[in-house]
DNA sequence: ACTTCAGCCA
DNA sequence: ACGTGGCTGAAGTA
């Protein structure tokens, strides 16, 4: 017993990651990214349980460092002849001395020494400061240290018990002293080390020799007066007993270059630790740390103590005096927008960081917001999520043309593909600025707004925006994405923010109709689905067809899904060929009103007061700069089959304006001629120059034949091909997709790039430069970051390939779109003729009969020179007085 | 509340 | 395992 009160924990870095990563199945721990996190959960895991057990005083991880120690220097074998590491392995070590470090815990290494010998010295001094010591280590070298101060503490199967071996629990397991505990292994050997002791000799003779004969050098002594076979075998192997012997030692007296004191557990970075479990993805084991850590707690860990910040309650009047001397200013709301309608009750405005006043609007008369909006729109405005704010503000007659940042957008584009944006987690990662909730009794404010806590949440929002902004610009400049941020996706907002305000007009009564119409479809269909098989089912749910199919009709079985058997369509059809059962047709058919059903009444309930639909574009979704629609989503409207298309006849021209119509303007193959001007393929770019059927062109090069002998068989397959490339197809899909042989597949594919092999240059070059870069880059520079190019799982790193593919082409034609909706936005603002919709290449307007020849030249001619490439961009056009009728 | 399956779009 | 990027709704599981 010692009388010290403090203790110190000295781990085996190496060794216990080494066994949590056999304990652990690799393929159930990465992150989402690829990254295997098996050893490093593992080894944290047990860090936890023992530093919450143990409440060490004072602790350091010891890890190998290098190679080269001088135990292999004096015998090269040493260790020798182990199995490889497999590659996902020393990757987790850097991470494990990342969080290690975060945790405020030192790690120590030493060149030319193992952690072993670091782990002796630490205990030496450990002892001789006092403190009870705990070596932690799954190597049993490390028993030779056990002593009345040390206890080694030894990992028994995985990675959750530990065996607390002192000197009485060598003794009992080995029948020795810790101090004859090198003598022993000496003498027995050691397999992992390549280390090969008496043969014959396990720990039972070597504990009887050394207590017949005090300790090893005792034994070789007397070796010649061992008898038997055994002692036969001592006698030929002394010499690697005494290499054992000294290679075994472990030295304690390595110059480390740190005192005791050095090793007190710290305070470390809890805004990093907690940053490192975000990226690993740790979520339970986050919790487990919080109770040993509660200042790292989760993901909303506090990043620094809460800053003073400086929120002040006032009116409209005050804050327009306030705001005189101000060019850029900082503003945050409880805004709220829903069919239509928005909402926003505090305004929070800040000028400097660390400030905001707020204000109630709902106080605020009309001839006050006109001001607010007169004075706001004559400075440069920084909001987190803009286009939500200024929607809502606009329903509140408070009106906001611009914006100058938006620190969503501004994420977005850092990490397109970041699961959220939310400012409290930005500020606290980028700016370690800590948004957590107020207290709702602050008593900061003076008090006409009903609720403290929302104003003081919007005002300290509002307070940090400026700084978390410039850090972000900053972070945008050094990507070269400042132009893509500014010239792009900043005046979007506006643009975007009216489209969805102004929503499209649909006709009610044909939405209902087309209702009872799918529903009748459905359920006749269904009826006959029944009757084909004498009992009713729910066509809905996949596992019940699964138990019709293939237990009941006894069908083959189809593609396997997570929990059984497929029954999509392409499944049902190839089991319609197969066996012709009746049921399968009723049952596609059902699927389809169905569907079209479901889609129809989810439209209808999203029809507005104004009798219109009103989608929200996502800015910050799409990891290739696409923009996204939802609520509804208003860009998969059915078009392929007749009846879908049906729905497309429901939404209509302003019925306020006498014979006004839709207009449609899409590119045509956008994403092709994209991928001609990336790869600057010859003979793709002259089919475009030329203005020929591309993918008879393609065809009559691929088959070899005239452009007029392509039939359509040969022209579909081409067609099927050449969208694959984009999408990183691969021989065995293109088979699959076209019903023909793997070989046929392949053989098309390299008659493609025999013709067209600037093509396939590129698509190499491009997944090769993100390997390098880390990213890929569109052309105005947006990028995409994929790391699981790197993953050691297979599956991983060919989606991260298929993605590095298409980031690059797909965010291209992003790009363009987005570009030539800021041009044609602009030259409508003169007109009467709203922008409606964007489907990825088409945009819809609502176009008043006068502008119609106005509004076609602007589309064509905005969107076709939106961007110039080494191929012209097609843009056609077409009008109607229903989105259906204006298809071309 | 969350996940899985299915199906719609470019 | 085998083509990218999205959103929605129903069923099934917790």
Redesign the pocket.
């Known amino acids: 017993m010692s009388h010290s009160n403090e203790s110190l924990l000295l781990i085996d870095g190496h060794s216990l990651a080494y066994r949590a990563f056999h304990a652990l199945p690799v393929e159930n721990f990465s992150t989402s990214t690829g990254q295997s996190t098996n050893a490093i959960y593992g080894f944290i895991s047990m860090l936890i349980n023992v530093l919450r057990d143990e409440e060490p005083s004072h602790v350091a991880v010891a890890f190998d460092l290098g190679r080269q120690t001088f135990r292999l220097e004096e015998y090269p074998e040493y260790k020798a002849g182990r199995a490889k590491t497999p590659p996902e392995f020393h990757p987790q070590i850097d991470l494990i001395k990342d969080i290690v470090t975060a945790m405020g815990i030192r790690v120590v290494t030493k060149e030319g020494f193992e952690a072993d010998d670091a782990l002796a010295t630490m205990a030496r001094m450990g002892t001789e400061a006092g403190a009870d010591v705990e070596v932690m280590s799954g190597d049993k070298d490390s028993f030779q240290l056990a002593s009345e101060t040390v206890t080694i503490l030894y990992p028994k199967r995985g990675v959750s018990d530990l065996n607390r071996m002192t000197p009485n629990a060598v003794e009992e397991k080995y029948g020795v002293t810790p101090a004859n505990y090198r003598g022993l292994a000496a003498l027995v050997g050691e397999k992992a080390d390549n280390l090969p002791g008496v043969p014959g000799v396990g720990d039972k003779t070597a504990a009887k020799w050394l207590a017949a004969h005090g300790d090893l050098p005792g034994v070789l002594d007397n070796a010649e007066k061992i008898g038997g076979k055994v002692g036969e075998k001592l006698r030929d192997h002394i010499t690697e007993v005494e290499r054992n012997y000294r290679l075994n030692r472990l030295l304690d007296d390595v110059d480390l270059d740190l005192k005791f004191d050095d090793l007190v557990w710290g305070e470390g970075d809890p805004a990093e630790l907690s940053s490192l479990f975000d990226q690993l993805e740790f979520q339970a084991l986050g919790k487990r740390l919080a109770a040993i850590f509660p200042e790292a707690a989760g993901a909303e860990a506090e990043a620094a103590p809460p800053r003073e910040t400086t929120i002040a309650a006032v009116d409209v009047d005050a804050l327009l005096s306030h705001l005189a001397d101000h060019d850029v200013l900082a503003l945050d709301s409880d805004a709220s927008f829903e069919l239509g309608h928005g909402q926003a009750r505090v305004l929070a405005v800040s000028a400097e960081p660390g400030q905001a006043w707020v204000v109630d609007l709902a106080e605020a008369g009309e001839r006050s917001l006109t001001k607010l909006g007169s004075a706001l729109g004559k400075r440069s405005l920084i909001l987190h999520s803009a286009k939500l704010q200024i929607k809502a503000w606009a329903s509140m007659g408070l009106s906001v043309a611009d914006v100058g940042g938006d620190t969503a957008l501004a994420a977005y584009l850092l990490v397109?593909?970041a699961r959220s944006y939310e400012l409290g987690q930005i500020a606290s990662e980028r700016a370690g600025i800590d948004l957590s909730e107020p207290e709702s009794d602050s008593g900061q404010l003076a008090l006409d707004l009903d609720s403290d806590a929302t104003a003081t949440t919007h005002g300290q929002r509002a307070a940090a925006l400026l700084e978390v902004h410039e850090v972000l610009a900053a972070a945008l400049d050094e990507a070269n994405m400042t132009q893509v941020y500014r010239d792009i996706e900043l005046p979007l907002v506006p643009v975007l923010a009216r489209m969805e305000s102004t929503g499209i007009a649909v006709d009610e009564g044909g939405l209902s109709n087309l209702i009872d119409e799918f529903t009748k479809q459905a359920e006749a269909s269904a009826q006959e689905a029944y009757d084909a098989i004498g009992h009713e089912v729910?066509l809905?749910?996949?596992?019940?067809?699964?138990t019709v199919l293939f237990d009941e009709l006894d069908m083959p079985k189809t593609k396997?899904?997570?929990?059984?058997?497929?029954?999509?369509?392409?499944?049902?059809a190839e089991l319609f060929v197969k066996t012709e059962h009746p049921f399968l047709q009723h049952l596609?058919a059902y699927?389809?009103s169905?569907?079209?059903k479901?889609?129809v009444?989810?439209l209808l309930?999203?029809v507005a007061d104004d009798g219109r639909i009103h989608t929200?574009y996502?800015q910050t979704?799409?990891?290739?700069g696409?923009l996204?629609?939802?609520?509804?989503?208003l860009?998969?409207?059915?078009?392929?089959?007749e009846s879908?298309?049906r729905i497309r006849e429901i939404f209509v021209a302003d019925p306020e304006v006498a014979d006004g119509c839709l207009l449609t303007a899409?590119?045509s193959q956008?994403e092709m001629r994209i991928m001609a001007h990336l790869s600057g393929d010859a003979a793709l770019i002259q089919a475009f120059k030329d203005g020929e059927d591309l993918h008879s062109y393609v065809g009559s090069k691929v088959f070899n034949v005239g452009i007029d002998e392509v039939d359509s068989e040969m022209r579909s397959k081409v067609k099927?091909m050449s969208?694959?490339l984009?999408?990183?197809?691969?021989?065995?899909?293109?088979s699959?997709?076209l019903a023909i042989g793997v070989d046929e597949a392949k053989g098309l594919m390299e008659q493609y790039f025999e013709r067209f092999g600037a093509v396939k240059d590129y698509l190499d070059e491009i997944v090769d430069q993100a390997r390098a870069n880390g990213f890929t880059e569109t052309i105005m520079g947006r990028r995409r970051y994929l790391p699981a190019l790197h993953s050691d799982r297979?599956?991983l790193r060919?989606?991260a390939e298929?993605?590095a593919?298409?980031?690059p082409i797909?965010g291209s034609?992003a790009d363009i779109m987005k570009i030539a909706m800021l041009k044609v936005a602009s030259r409508l603002e003169d007109l009467q003729s709203p922008m409606l919709l964007q489907?990825?290449?088409?945009i819809i307007v609502d176009v008043r009969p006068d502008e119609i020849d106005a509004v076609k030249a602007i589309v064509t001619e905005e969107m076709g020179s939106a961007f110039e490439l080494d191929v012209p961009l097609d843009v056609n056009v077409g009008t109607g007085r229903s989105w259906h009728d204006a298809a071309h």
Not at 560 to 572: I, S
Not at 621 to 624: F, H, L, S, Y
Not at 628 to 633: E, F, R
Not at 726 to 734: N, P, Q, R
Request: net charge positive; no cysteine; aromatic share 6%.
């Open positions: 397109p593909d729910n809905g749910s996949p596992k019940q067809l699964q396997r899904t997570k929990t059984g058997y497929t029954t999509d369509a392409e499944a049902l596609l699927r389809d169905t569907k079209l479901q889609t009444v989810g309930k999203t929200t996502q979704v799409a990891a290739t696409r996204s629609s939802l609520d509804p989503n860009q998969n409207i059915p078009v392929r089959t879908g298309r899409d590119y956008i099927a969208y694959g984009v999408y990183g197809l691969s021989a065995y899909g293109l699959r997709q297979r599956q060919d989606m298929r993605a593919l298409n980031a797909q034609a489907v990825h290449d088409e």
